[in-house]
């Protein structure tokens, strides 16, 4: 079974940088996609940063872009994202994901992150 545990988060002020750790077992992330998704109080999941398998090539929310940095490092089977210029609007409960197919798709429990201004 494929688990995945994010470490990292914590409390930061606006302007801030923080780096989440993705830790993966049970499979190798050179096999899936993998992504980190965010949740803020009464909003839905919504899409923050992916790394494709294939290639590593990124893809970033608009609202995160410039700011956000998504990696692997296939070695420690761990994906990163690295935020900076943290603004109050990007505290969420950070989610990571990885993605082979419908039936091979794994979440993280979370990480909080909250942006103070």
């Known amino acids: 079974q494929v688990q995945l545990v994010e470490s990292g988060g914590g409390l930061v002020q606006a302007g801030g940088s923080l780096r989440l750790s993705c830790a993966v077992s049970?499979?190798?992330?050179?096999?899936?996609?993998m992504g980190w998704y965010r949740q803020a109080p009464g909003k839905e999941r919504e899409f923050v940063a992916a790394?494709?398998?294939?290639?590593?090539?990124?893809d970033y929310a608009d609202s995160v872009k410039g700011r956000f940095t998504i990696s692997r490092d296939n070695a420690k089977n761990t994906v990163y994202l690295q935020m900076s210029g943290l603004k109050p609007e990007d505290t969420a409960v950070y989610y990571c994901?990885?993605?082979?197919?419908?039936?091979?798709?794994?979440w993280g429990q979370g990480t909080q992150v909250t942006v103070s201004s």
């Open positions: 790394n494709s398998r294939r290639d590593s090539t990124t």
């Open positions: 994901n990885a993605h082979f197919s419908e039936e091979h798709d794994y």
């Open positions: 049970g499979g190798a992330i050179s096999n899936y996609d």
